[in-house]
């Protein structure tokens, strides 16, 4: 499919997405969120598609936040309506087999900040730069942000950055646990390929397992958690992969997975 704000690229199995709006800072408004959503719904059934890399198109920008302009008119409906669409998508992504890597270029403000934390991994430029400065509109995050960033960074943090609105560096986001990996500009797209043909090389239904496994898991207790586990774990013995696996090991070879 085309779409009028994203593009989409799919090579060695990795599906490449890049909000393309750079006149904008790659802001986002309805339709945008709306096409983020087809698209990764098309891609996650895409059985040639093993790893989708998030970015924005341009130097400045992976998401500078909500399209502004667009939220000025909205009714208290319509915002309610915004923030479910957007809520709705960013599940989606966290929860969609293949392994999503955001791929941070530039500001990740408001809005983009919370797709970034909806991927699975996050590798950024030195110059990136990341927030939730809603507060200095007058408003709060919609799309997760008070939820995920407590979660990632812990809640004194997350208070930090969402009730002052400050920005933070790449580095920062960093230490904080943000981010997984920060690297010079030149060399982010590369750095996240890399990341993804390693994910890759590894057993398909392991992979997806495993993601499943840590997300539905981190809305259980430990005890509950872990029984998931354990019974995922048992059901990896069913599959051709572990087979391979295993014999690979033993025979001290490459294995040829085949995702079944």
Do not use: H, W
Request: aromatic share 6%; net charge neutral.
């Amino acid at each position: 499919m085309e779409y009028e704000n994203l593009l989409i690229d799919v090579s060695e199995r990795i599906a490449t997405v890049t909000f393309n709006r750079p006149k904008s800072l790659n802001a986002l408004n309805p339709a945008t969120v709306r096409e983020l959503g087809s698209a990764m719904e098309e891609l996650s059934a895409r059985p040639e598609v093993g790893a989708v890399l998030l970015t924005g198109a341009g130097e400045k920008a992976f998401i500078a936040g909500a399209d502004i302009s667009v939220m000025k008119g909205f009714t208290t409906l319509e915002a309610l309506d915004f923030s479910l669409l957007g809520q709705r998508v960013l599940s989606f992504i966290e929860s969609m087999p293949q392994p999503v890597i955001g791929v941070i270029n530039g500001f990740a403000l408001g809005g983009g900040c919370e797709v970034a934390m909806a991927c699975d991994l996050l590798i950024a430029a030195d110059s990136a730069r990341f927030g939730q400065p809603e507060v200095n509109l007058g408003i709060i995050p919609g799309y997760g942000g008070t939820q995920r960033l407590a979660r990632l960074v812990g809640r004194n943090l997350a208070k930090e950055l969402v009730l002052t609105g400050e920005m933070i560096s790449a580095q920062r986001a960093y230490e904080i646990g943000l981010v997984n990996k920060v690297v010079p500009a030149a060399e982010l797209m590369g750095a996240a390929r890399e990341i993804a043909k390693k994910i890759l090389s590894r057993g398909p239904v392991a992979v997806r397992t495993a993601k499943m496994a840590m997300n539905r898991g981190l809305d259980l207790d430990l005890g509950n958690a872990c029984a998931l586990e354990a019974s995922l774990f048992a059901a990896g013995f069913s599959t051709a992969d572990r087979e391979e696996g295993i014999a690979a090991f033993l025979e001290k070879r490459k294995a040829n997975f085949t995702g079944k």
